[in-house]
């Protein structure tokens, strides 16, 4: 799509082609005066409404930009959250198996035989609970890999947009 702006200038360019070359003069030209008077004000009549539409237009992709971003925080922000939440649950929980590894174990020390199998017990409990630990973190640590992937697509989105608007804006 061919703005005012863009016409008015073909419109100076098709003046310069009806323009008369002065002969021995290299570059002179006579051109009619009432025409290019009148394609200069139609063009200062057309700079400010083109240059407007330009300040819309950064306007439009400096907030889509800003928008992004807030919600880009706010995806990461929760992210960490809920990460913070799953790792405390998951030591609290390896915490309570190790205590509860240690009362069975305590329980059973009077006798040499019935330790040894307490021994065990509370090994196979804290290797247990440390597998579970890991299997929580591993959990969480998906977990924020997933929020964080979400944050890069939307991002990308918001790139695609912009880029899109840039694309608009080469056309007119």
Do not use: C
């Amino acid at each position: 799509m061919i703005s005012e702006f863009d016409k008015r200038l073909a419109d100076l360019e098709d003046l310069l082609e009806d323009s008369w070359n002065l002969p021995l003069a290299n570059n002179k030209f006579i051109i009619n005066g009432d025409k290019l008077r009148g394609i200069i004000e139609s063009l200062r009549q057309q700079l400010p409404s083109e240059l407007k539409k330009a300040n819309e237009i950064i306007e439009t992709r400096d907030k889509t930009l800003a928008r992004a971003r807030e919600e880009a925080e706010i995806m990461t922000e929760r992210a960490k959250k809920n990460a913070e939440i799953l790792l405390t649950k998951a030591k609290k929980s390896a915490d309570e198996i190790v205590q509860k590894a240690q009362a069975e174990a305590e329980i059973l020390v009077d006798e040499t035989e019935i330790m040894a199998i307490a021994n065990e017990k509370a090994q196979a409990i804290v290797d247990q609970a440390k597998q579970d630990a890991i299997k929580m973190r591993n959990v969480a640590v998906q977990y924020v890999d997933g929020i964080l992937s979400d944050t890069e697509k939307s991002l990308g989105t918001a790139l695609s947009a912009i880029d899109q608007v840039k694309k608009s804006v080469g056309k007119e």
